[in-house]
């Protein structure tokens, strides 16, 4: 499709969010342009060919928070994307044992006893508190967080739609929401279970890609923002997305497309333009200018208010606030190409649960440890490893016989201490490879022979991840999932409707509520925000034009 | 046999409010103390050594009203200390109320800065502490008049936040939750003002600055203004004042009758026994220990499988220990004048040496390089003592609290000491090192731990010590906890023990 001067709404960033902000907008009849700096669309739900003929994951690798409204709203499995559950996961031990994680209850239940009868009982309750968390929180993912200080009626409504959800729960249900809101994902296992490598296996979900460890309070709720979404209705499941995490991003563009919508990659966004205080348009890295009354930005805040706004345009408070907005890279990333399928000795041949998410972590200490190293800025000397070989499922990721192996890292700093410094520019080769190392010894507890049937290795670093993806300090979550960042807080406070106090200037990505992980919320809820607030001014032409 | 209204167990700080205000209200009450002194775990020492809890800043102005102390008649003036944090290079800083300098008087360049943000949270601890003064809400309807008097008072509370106008609600309600250490930088880089902030927000706590929460428990300790004092003649003499308070409204108190049991009938409390034999009998028993101990006293088969599961999961790892130091002279501390040794001293260099202090804490170790707050109550006294409270020593440390650990604790204490003072080990003639196991079987308090459950966001307020135990009352009919393990949580404040006992007085009108 040509490009033309003016546009309706410019959606700056073709990642998962924008491209559904984008989709829900040339639905509703506007003409949408999506910017992208990269020469291929995504951000950081991509799927490349790295290594011929090896589709890598590279950056996010499994899906489930993706929201079945939008996956419905939006018709994605017209376009293409079909999600493939697997079953369980395992974590295995250094002296060559293994626990399994089974979707089936019942194999799950033998299984834990294995290992401690009791914590087998107190499963029943563990999953059930989780579950008694994950339905009370899913009605508020599509929704706007109110502001408590504004009296305006949207956020007086909202407020009470909140304040009739938690009286809803009753007494004992809402105590047990806010001391599960507030704890550390350490103490709640501990709570429930008694062995280590039990607490260790489901604690994992609590600490990736944030900057707080398993003792810290909070880490809870981010188990949580795991947990919550769901594949074909089975709330708490994840697969993988046939062709990689890619395939969704396609699936949004295909949509966004069929209404109109065009996309332009290969230059990313200069400078947002203003005028008298508005949004104007945007310029491009390669001079190219497009005019619209609004912008919807799916960069992180920090890259998007302090990177390509003047500030002179911005109160200052919000500038400092941004400033503080706390963004830091916690994990790397390994995507490998196998040769053929290594073997797992602890495990029984075929066995389901490696087709699964699996780790070498064995108790609540060890993970600690790991964040410990990640605070003085050094990567995990034992680090939590999520690595899964999705090619066993998705014949579509390698050629066949060989195989694609994913593996996530968790604790990786962003600024890396290297001879009394601590920045992003310390990841060399050298330091990069040396982590590398650190991560395969790891594996190698569950498959002592990765080394021989490794063809090619990508290694991202936290600094990859902001040069590549645009992630500011390489953090997945665009902002870190602390109370202090997070529903009416996320990303600044008075700013959870998506606005800025840059008029026509949106934040359609993951620093907005609900925040990170490949959900599409945020998009779609920009998207309702800037039909409600910018249709209404009539700024916006839409086809009629 | 005798008969009373009321029986409390424990004459601490909350056991001894919590009779006193009942006993005001015209209830016959017996305290009972299993030690041979009042004072509990704030007044606990060790032969002439200084009491456990060396500084008092947050004795509620509502607690003296209730027991017959408001205002003037508080009988004895409190110093409010300056405190300073030490550094290294004898460059030290002085936080006086909300004004910071240097030590040798020069300007400090984030004093301003400093200022702001401890007025800050000042402000927002004059907030919380509302929500302190009263027994945290739930379990009534609405329209009853319990359940208005509640609304009312939260409706209240909605108001003083609005009160803080948009900006500041919205900066109140993030930062909340928040943690110590990112908040504390984003304003003020120099480690000397950063550590001891970060420092004060872990105090007592299993916790580092790093963690979410622990700014609540920083706004939570300057919600009476935030100034320390030093109490004329000590913790003993605020502990005998209380005591005095209590006799004099009424309260018969014994000493030396550790509670063995809290005897039932059909389910509804009816006395005590204690370990002499002896049974006292009333229809309401206050127990100022922790949930667990005071289940145990009444038969944990008063409670159904949940409660006991909550009561067993409450959390309580002591962390802090107290190391009292008898030195032949007053110490020399490079860098520091004389008239300020007399301070609050702590050493607490940076944020980030917190946090590392907290790390092997997580793991049953202690700290090789601790968090100290030191005082001096008498500096110019002969052969004065060095009162110091020592951050982090687990009371689950690996291999457990023996002498050679509480030798090697005393030893980290001195070096970490001599730091900022070289001369000071020197000058030690006798080391008493009091370590949370100690702390526990002296007082019961399970870990040693200061405020007989952690307080965190997930051990406060409504769910304080935990879910649905929030209103005081546990177990069988007329049982009541209103020790430090209640909201609003312990320290020389009083307030558990008072509310306990507004609590107890509704139930019996």
Known sequence: ?545 | MSQFDTIVIGAGVNGLVAGAVLARRGKSVCILEQGDTVGGMAGLTSSDGPALAHLIYNLNSRVRRDIGLGGKDWPFKSKALPTVSLSEDGKHVVVDGAAVRFADGSDHPQATACSDLIRRLTRYGDLLRQLAEAPPPGGDSPVSRAGLKQLWWLGRFGLGVKRLGKSEMRAFLQVLLSNAYDFILDELPDGRLSGILAADAVRGAATGPRSPGTVFSLIYRMGHGGDVTLPQGGTAAVMETLSNAAKQAGCTLKTGAPVVRILTDNDHVTGIETASGDRVYAKQVLSSVAPLPTARLAGLHHFDIEATRRIRNIRARGTTAKVNLRLSRAPVIPGLPGNLLGARLLFAPSADYVEQAFNPAKYGDMSSAPVIEAVLPAPQMDRPWLSTIVQYAPSDLSGGWTDAAREELLQTTLATLARISPTLPELVEEAQVITPDLIEQATGAPGGHWHHAEMSLDQLLTIRPANLLGRYAIGPKGLFLCGAATHPGGDIMGLSGRNAALMALEKTG
């Open chain 1, 1 to 545: 499709m040509t490009l033309k001067p003016d546009y309706d709404v410019i959606v700056a960033g073709a990642g998962h969010n924008g491209l559904t902000t984008a989709a829900y907008l040339a639905r509703a009849g506007l003409q949408v342009l999506v910017v992208e700096k990269n020469d291929w669309i995504g951000g950081a739900a991509v799927s490349r060919e790295l290594h011929p003929g090896w589709t890598y994951s590279n950056c996010s690798y499994v899906c489930s928070l993706l929201r079945r409204e939008i996956v419905r709203d939006l018709d994605l499995p017209k376009y293409g994307l079909q999600v493939i559950p697997y079953e369980g996961g395992a974590s295995f031990t250094r002296d060559g044992n293994y626990f399994a994680y089974y979707s089936d209850h019942d194999a799950l239940r033998r299984e834990m006893a294995r290992y401690s009868p009791r914590d087998a009982d107190a499963y029943q309750r563990y999953s059930q508190a989780i579950m008694r968390q994950c339905r009370f929180i899913r009605p508020f993912l599509l929704r706007d967080a109110p502001d408590p200080a504004s009296l305006r009626p949207r956020d007086l409504g909202e407020m009470a739609y909140l304040v009739k959800k938690a009286h809803g729960l009753g007494a004992r249900e809402l105590g047990e929401t806010l001391r599960f809101w507030t704890m550390s994902i350490g103490d709640f296992l501990n709570e429930h279970f008694e062995n280590d490598l039990i607490k260790a296996h489901l604690a994992g979900s609590g600490i990736i890609g944030t900057g707080l460890g398993v003792y810290s309070p909070g880490t809870a709720y981010v188990l949580l923002h795991h947990y919550m979404g769901d594949i074909d209705g089975g709330i708490g499941a994840w697969g993988f997305a046939r062709g990689g995490m890619g395939a969704i991003s396609a699936a949004l563009a295909a949509s966004f497309e069929t209404h109109g919508g065009t996309i332009h990659t290969g230059a990313g966004v200069a400078e947002i333009l203003t005028q008298n205080g508005r949004v104007t348009g945007v310029a491009l890295e390669d001079g190219k200018v497009f005019n619209a009354p609004v912008v919807a930005s799916n960069m992180d805040i920090k890259r998007t208010i302090l990177r390509h706004v003047d500030r002179d345009v911005l109160p200052e408070d919000y500038v400092r606030a941004v400033d503080r907005f706390k963004i830091r890279g916690s994990s790397a990333k390994l995507n490998i190409a196998l040769d053929s399928l290594p073997q797992f000795p602890a495990a029984p041949d075929h066995a389901s649960f490696l087709r699964g998410d699996m780790h070498t972590s064995e108790s609540l200490p060890e993970l600690e440890r790991a964040y410990d190293d990640w605070k003085i800025g050094r990567w995990s000397e034992k680090p939590y490893i999520d690595m899964l070989i999705p090619s066993q499922i998705d014949p579509t990721m390698a050629p066949p016989g060989s195989h694609m192996m994913t593996v996530f890292v968790q604790y990786a700093p962003y600024d890396l201490a290297v001879g009394g410094t601590r920045s992003g520019e310390n990841w060399d080769e050298a330091q990069r490879k040396a982590m590398a190392e650190t991560v395969v010894n790891q594996i190698e507890i569950a498959c002592p022979d990765i080394r021989n049937h490794i063809l090619h290795m990508e290694v991202r670093s936290p600094a990859e991840l902001e040069r590549e993806v645009g992630l500011t300090e390489g953090n997945i979550f665009q902002g870190e999932l602390t109370f202090d960042q997070l529903f009416f807080n996320r990303p600044i406070p008075g700013y959870s409707d998506y606005s800025t106090p840059l008029k026509g200037l949106y934040i359609c990505g993951s620093s907005a509520h609900p925040g990170g992980g490949v959900m599409g919320a945020p998009g779609a809820n920009a998207a309702r925000n800037i039909l409600r607030r910018e249709t209404r001014a009539g700024r916006m032409k839409g086809y009629a034009a």
